[in-house]
């Protein structure tokens, strides 16, 4: 019998091509392979612009008959019921026929594969690998078939956008279609096999629900009025970021800087982003490699507050970056930790109230303005006994102005219907304990005016309270500490 060779022809269109072999359907892939030509003694050659071809290995000494590209995948026919399919058009699978009939036509249509051939054989397959011999009611030879079914182009532009749980996918939407399948694994070579989402109805979908720190892959097809699911889409990957490291801590003393993080479930390192000036985002000076949730951060120079972010990294990528963290170092400083965001420090020295104020000023800050009780707790914690000391330490509160009436010297608030503004005597937190210490203020006799406010771990009960004292300390038989806070 006469052999004939077919060849399908892909037009390429914005990087996408389209395949056509004779009236079967359109499909669409993003192989390299733009053209494939079949024909006598298992002759397989393939080429990208029609010009240049390349001779493939088809495994066959079998004449090929007919060959089209459906569903992401080329299918060939050909004698003795060959069947070969290739997901690129380079590399070629036998498949199981059921029969040794010699096949002439195939086509695609409604999610199914349909081929044709001697005494009356009809084959029908839903992916091109597995086929299912029909009855077809003769036993004359058939050489070709066809389909009215018109199967829709795979849609184009698909991108794919990971976020914390969650991947956000848009594609161009295809005329006619009436939803879209959206096909995903988490690993590559995504198919009609896959694990499918079937209702998406617009041009996107947000995929929820999903573990951080893993990439996720994904195809979509577009589904006609009769429910026929149509050619798929390229492949896009994103992977959703592993969640940002919480609590980073930095500390700053002898032109060091001690970071310390939560770990982070799934990371397999660190990447810690730093500079002297505020605003850290991963454009930042990076710290790789980091296999521990702290990190020593040494030879820093004094007389600059730095700041740092840290995000977690694995094989998927690098996560979602930390709040920030920031230290100062200063030559009148000895110590600096963060919370919530602000830098505090303590001072070298022991200082007047007006001193320490002073030498805040010099580093950009202020004697700290204590908001929140949790706030008042954390800094008598982290310096109340600095450095196994036990210190008294000036905050920033005031009452020079008028006796009794205190205030906090650099007009910060914290805009909380007057609880971090009422600091006069019998002043409470609102889980009803007090601010001050028991019978303070008092500015009690025998000292020079107290006028400015300490938090004093000289008092045996309930340390983290407050005490007036005189602004000069001149009285004081405790060394006073100033306590700098910065914005």
């Given at each position: 019998?006469?052999?004939?060779?077919?060849?399908?022809?892909?037009?390429?269109?914005?990087?996408?091509?389209?395949?056509?072999?004779?009236?079967?359907?359109?499909?669409?892939?993003?192989?390299?392979?733009?053209?494939?030509?079949?024909?006598?003694?298992?002759?397989?050659?393939?080429?990208?612009?029609?010009?240049?071809?390349?001779?493939?290995?088809?495994?066959?000494?079998?004449?090929?008959?007919?060959?089209?590209?459906?569903?992401?995948?080329?299918?060939?026919?050909?004698?003795?019921?060959?069947?070969?399919?290739?997901?690129?058009?380079?590399?070629?699978?036998?498949?199981?026929?059921?029969?040794?009939?010699?096949?002439?036509?195939?086509?695609y249509g409604n999610s199914t594969f349909v081929t044709v051939g001697n005494s009356?054989?009809?084959?029908?397959?839903?992916?091109?690998?597995?086929?299912?011999?029909?009855?077809?009611?003769?036993?004359?030879?058939?050489?070709?078939?066809?389909?009215?079914?018109?199967?829709?182009?795979?849609?184009?532009?698909?991108?794919?956008?990971?976020?914390?749980?969650?991947?956000?996918?848009?594609?161009?939407?295809?005329?006619?279609?009436?939803?879209?399948?959206?096909?995903?694994?988490?690993?590559?070579?995504?198919?009609?096999?896959?694990?499918?989402?079937?209702?998406?109805?617009?041009?996107?979908?947000?995929?929820?629900?999903?573990?951080?720190?893993?990439?996720?892959?994904?195809?979509?097809?577009?589904?006609?009025?009769?429910?026929?699911?149509?050619?798929?889409?390229?492949?896009?990957?994103?992977?959703?970021?592993?969640?940002?490291?919480?609590?980073?801590?930095?500390?700053?003393?002898?032109?060091?800087?001690?970071?310390?993080?939560?770990?982070?479930?799934?990371?397999?390192?660190?990447?810690?982003?730093?500079?002297?000036?505020?605003?850290?985002?991963?454009?930042?000076?990076?710290?790789?490699?980091?296999?521990?949730d702290n990190y020593t951060h040494s030879n820093m120079d004094n007389g600059s507050?730095?700041?740092?972010?840290?995000?977690?990294?694995?094989?998927?990528?690098?996560?979602?970056?930390?709040?920030?963290?920031?230290?100062?170092?200063?030559?009148?400083?000895?110590?600096?930790?963060?919370?919530?965001?602000?830098?505090?420090?303590?001072?070298?020295?022991?200082?007047?109230?007006?001193?320490?104020?002073?030498?805040?000023?010099?580093?950009?800050?202020?004697?700290?303005?204590?908001?929140?009780?949790?706030?008042?707790?954390?800094?008598?914690?982290?310096?109340?006994?600095?450095?196994?000391?036990?210190?008294?330490?000036?905050?920033?509160?005031?009452?020079?102005?008028?006796?009794?009436?205190?205030?906090?010297?650099?007009?910060?608030?914290?805009?909380?219907?007057?609880?971090?503004?009422?600091?006069?005597?019998?002043?409470?937190?609102?889980?009803?304990?007090?601010?001050?210490?028991?019978?303070?203020?008092?500015?009690?006799?025998?000292?020079?005016?107290?006028?400015?406010?300490?938090?004093?771990?000289?008092?045996?009960?309930?340390?983290?309270?407050?005490?007036?004292?005189?602004?000069?300390?001149?009285?004081?038989?405790?060394?006073?500490?100033?306590?700098?806070?910065?914005?």
């Amino acid at each position: 019998m006469k052999k004939i060779l077919h060849i399908i022809l892909i037009t390429i269109i914005s990087l996408t091509v389209i395949s056509c072999s004779s009236s079967d359907d359109s499909k669409t892939t993003t192989s390299s392979v733009s053209f494939v030509a079949v024909g006598t003694s298992g002759t397989l050659l393939t080429s990208s612009d029609g010009t240049s071809w390349t001779s493939r290995t088809s495994g066959t000494s079998n004449g090929l008959q007919r060959v089209i590209y459906a569903n992401s995948t080329f299918v060939t026919v050909g004698d003795s019921g060959t069947i070969l399919t290739s997901s690129d058009g380079i590399s070629w699978t036998s498949r199981t026929s059921g029969t040794t009939n010699t096949l002439y036509g195939i086509t695609y249509g409604n999610s199914t594969f349909v081929t044709v051939g001697n005494s009356g054989t009809i084959l029908t397959s839903s992916d091109g690998t597995t086929w299912t011999s029909r009855t077809s009611g003769t036993t004359n030879n058939l050489y070709g078939v066809t389909t009215t079914t018109t199967t829709l182009l795979a849609p184009s532009s698909l991108t794919a956008t990971g976020a914390a749980g969650q991947v956000t996918l848009d594609w161009t939407a295809v005329s006619s279609a009436r939803g879209y399948t959206v096909y995903w694994d988490n690993a590559t070579g995504v198919s009609s096999s896959s694990t499918a989402i079937t209702s998406a109805i617009t041009d996107n979908y947000t995929h929820s629900g999903l573990d951080n720190g893993t990439t996720y892959y994904y195809k979509v097809a577009a589904i006609d009025s009769a429910g026929t699911v149509g050619a798929l889409s390229s492949e896009v990957n994103a992977a959703t970021p592993l969640p940002a490291p919480d609590n980073l801590s930095a500390s700053g003393a002898n032109n060091t800087i001690t970071l310390t993080w939560n770990s982070v479930s799934g990371a397999t390192g660190y990447t810690l982003y730093w500079d002297n000036v505020s605003g850290i985002d991963s454009s930042d000076t990076a710290i790789t490699s980091i296999t521990n949730d702290n990190y020593t951060h040494s030879n820093m120079d004094n007389g600059s507050t730095y700041y740092y972010k840290v995000a977690a990294v694995n094989s998927s990528g690098t996560g979602t970056l930390s709040s920030v963290a920031s230290a100062l170092l200063s030559a009148n400083i000895q110590g600096s930790e963060t919370n919530e965001g602000h830098t505090y420090a303590l001072t070298s020295d022991t200082l007047s109230w007006d001193a320490a104020a002073t030498a805040a000023a010099a580093v950009g800050g202020y004697l700290a303005t204590l908001n929140t009780k949790a706030e008042n707790t954390w800094l008598y914690d982290k310096f109340g006994h600095y450095g196994g000391t036990a210190r008294d330490l000036w905050i920033g509160s005031k009452d020079n102005v008028t006796e009794g009436t205190w205030y906090w010297y650099n007009g910060t608030t914290s805009g909380d219907g007057g609880v971090s503004d009422n600091i006069s005597s019998g002043a409470k937190w609102p889980d009803g304990s007090n601010k001050w210490h028991t019978g303070e203020p008092n500015n009690a006799s025998g000292f020079s005016d107290e006028n400015c406010g300490t938090i004093r771990s000289s008092v045996s009960a309930a340390e983290w309270r407050w005490n007036d004292f005189p602004c000069d300390n001149s009285s004081s038989p405790f060394a006073i500490y100033g306590i700098i806070e910065i914005d």
